[in-house]
Nanobody, 112 residues
């Protein structure tokens, strides 16, 4: 079964940090570009970041550039999103995805 299972997330104060993980199974993880997207309350999906299959090309939305870092471990079939200097506007459900499937989503809430 093709699957992406997410972990991490939660409640953090402004300025804090969180790390999201996304474990892949059922497909050749190392062959796919992977992405993180998010959906804030009452808004549509927003692209956050991409990483190519080899992990050497990373792109970011302007809203997170310099604060978020996407990475992957192809040996462990796992995608990561390290989020630093979090802001209340980063509050959203975060999804990992590729061209064939999407994770179940994980809530990130930034609030004092």
């Amino acid at each position: 079964e093709v699957q992406l299972v997410q972990s991490g997330g939660g409640l953090v104060q402004p300025g804090g940090s969180l790390r999201l993980s996304c474990a892949a199974s059922g497909f050749i993880f190392s062959s796919y570009t992977m992405s993180w997207v998010r959906q804030a309350p009452g808004k549509g999906l927003e692209w956050v970041s991409d990483i190519n299959s080899g992990g050497n090309i990373r792109t970011y939305a302007d809203s997170v550039k310099g604060r978020f870092t996407i990475s992957r471990d192809n040996a462990k079939n796992t995608l990561y999103l390290e989020m630093n200097s979090l802001k209340p506007e980063d509050t959203a459900v975060y999804y990992c995805k590729n061209s064939i499937t999407r994770g179940q989503g994980t809530q990130v809430t930034v609030s004092s």
